[in-house]
Structures are given as C-alpha cells and as structure tokens.
C-alpha cells in the first residue's frame, strides 16, 4: 500500500534570512524560504547569547504569514506554505543588564538532510541589541514600528565646574 504520510527525500536548499532585534522584542521572527511544500525540520544554537537566558527556548510557526501559531516540537518536519515560506519565532528575554550585541541561530534543515554548510544559508543569524537599535515584532510576526526600544546602556553625567556668580 501506498504510504502517503512519510516524509520524502528532498535535498532542494532552504534559505533562512538574519534578523536583528531589540532586546525588547517579544520574539525574534525568522523567514524560512524553500520550494512549495517542502518540509523543514528546524533547531535552534547559542552563540553569544545563551538559551533561555537571552532567548527560545521555544519555536512556533506559522504558515499563514503570522494569523495563527503552532508550537513546534523537535525532530519533527513543518510544511512550507504554498509560496514556499515559513515563519518561525522564538522569544526574547529581556533583562536590565547592558549586554552590547549578542546572537544565536536558527537552523533549517531539508528531509534530505542536507545543509548548506558551503553557503550558510540555511541558517539564520539572531542579533539581539540592548542598545536602543533593533526591531521589535509584533504577536503577528510583522514589524511594531513605533514601540519603545529597549536600551539598557548606562548612562553618564559629566563634572562641572562653575563660578558662584555664573
């Protein structure tokens, strides 16, 4: 008999794009882009930032440009929408202590099991800024722009020197 449920060889390439945000975003959203209905299985890598201090530790999805989210569970493969992309999201933790730049990735890889290691874009780069710079997503994936950017520099008061008569 036919299986029609089994995940199928497709080494075709996926693409992950970089994102930045600020370190008061609730989520960091990423676009997964591949060919119509092509299956992902997804992870996520600490770099600078560190796993549930700075971000994840969960992944959901959306197939619908962000109308309705699903809870990803690993070591499982989502399906690419009809226009051969994906939303996936993590959260963001936001704390009060100045950390310059950090980052983590979000890998995507075929049924094929075949990532692009010579090119890199099957993962995408998460660039967290305390800075005051940095986008901010909204629950729907798309961009808030006119939130309040999180910005956790300290700040400086110089010395003065002045004449009693000034």
Not at 82 to 102: A, F, M, N
Not at 129 to 157: E, H, M, N, S, Y
């Amino acid at each position: 008999t036919l299986d029609t449920t089994a995940v199928k060889d497709d080494d075709r390439p996926l693409t992950v794009n970089n994102v930045t945000v600020n370190e008061g975003s609730p989520y960091a959203v990423f676009t997964v882009s591949g060919a119509a209905s092509q299956q992902a299985k997804l992870s996520l890598t600490a770099g600078t930032a560190t796993l549930t201090d700075d971000f994840g530790p969960t992944l959901q999805y959306s197939t619908d440009g962000g109308a309705n989210w699903s809870s990803y569970t690993a070591a499982t493969y989502v399906t690419l929408n009809g226009s051969g992309k994906l939303l996936v999201r993590t959260p963001i933790v936001q704390d009060e202590d100045y950390e310059i730049s950090e980052t983590f990735t979000l890998v995507a890889t075929n049924t094929g099991g075949v990532a692009n290691d010579t090119t890199g874009v099957d993962k995408g780069i998460g660039t967290i800024k305390d800075d005051g710079t940095g986008d901010i997503f909204k629950d729907d994936g798309t961009l808030d722009t006119t939130a309040v950017k999180d910005d956790d520099r300290p700040l400086t008061v110089n010395n003065v020197t002045v004449n009693e008569g000034s």
